[in-house]
């Protein structure tokens, strides 16, 4: 049997001395607290509050410190919806071999109109349309490079996605390569008209009206 356990006469003998290949960890400190000691969890801590002179990165998801939260362009748009559900987002990355960004998936796009005017054009059921079939592909998406993003304003930010129209915008981060060729280009980041909405303390809207967000946001930035 391999229970991990070896037999008392097959266990090795320390040897007195150290390999000087080998780490040395040091245990830290633990104690117990006194009879009726008591603790508390630790709340997580909410969206920084902002205004439109906050630095922009300040309501940037960085993906560098948040998993991205991604489906495959296979899968159904009811797939789609119960992940954004599971993960508490309204935008999914639609990526293919594990992280080549393919494009995005919103929920507008899955509960608006486009899905059911894609079935009835291809003589498809709803429950059978796809991601693929629905998104909006990487190449057609507004991006803003990460090195502009740091010296940037929510206002900024709100500004340049009002002039696109979208909800959303991808920021990217450039590398050079070790052999000279093309920069590698990193999806850094994201930003999310409902998440700059949020930290600027309005309301959550319980159907989500673009238009009426960017007004809600618009007025108040102006107060």
């Known amino acids: 049997m391999f229970s991990g356990f070896g037999h008392p006469h097959e266990v090795p003998h320390a040897t007195p001395q150290q390999r000087p290949s080998e780490s040395v960890y040091h245990p830290l400190r633990q104690s117990k607290g006194e009879p009726g000691t008591s603790y508390r969890l630790k709340i997580q801590s909410r969206a920084v509050r902002v205004t439109a002179d906050s ?108 002039l696109s129209g979208r909800q959303h915008a991808l920021v990217i981060e450039s590398a050079e390569q070790a052999d000279g060729t093309a920069a590698m280009r990193t999806v850094r980041g994201i930003f999310s008209v409902t998440q700059i909405a949020r930290q600027l303390g309005l309301p959550l809207q319980l159907t989500h009206d673009v238009a009426r967000t960017f007004a809600e946001i618009e007025a108040a930035i102006g107060a």
Not at 64 to 76: K, L, Q
């Open 55 to 162: 630095a922009a990165i300040d309501v940037m998801t960085d993906l560098s410190r948040v998993a991205a939260a991604t489906i495959d362009g296979h899968a159904t748009i009811d797939e789609a919806h119960h992940a954004m559900i599971a993960h508490g987002v309204r935008a999914l990355f639609v990526v293919e071999a594990g992280d080549i960004v393919r494009g995005i998936i919103t929920a507008t796009d899955v509960l608006g109109e486009r899905p059911i005017q894609f079935a009835e054009q291809r003589g498809l059921r709803h429950a059978e349309v796809l991601v693929r079939d629905v998104m909006t592909a990487a190449e057609l998406l507004e991006v803003m490079a990460f090195d502009d993003v740091l010296h940037a304003r929510v206002g900024d930010v709100v500004a340049a996605l009002r």
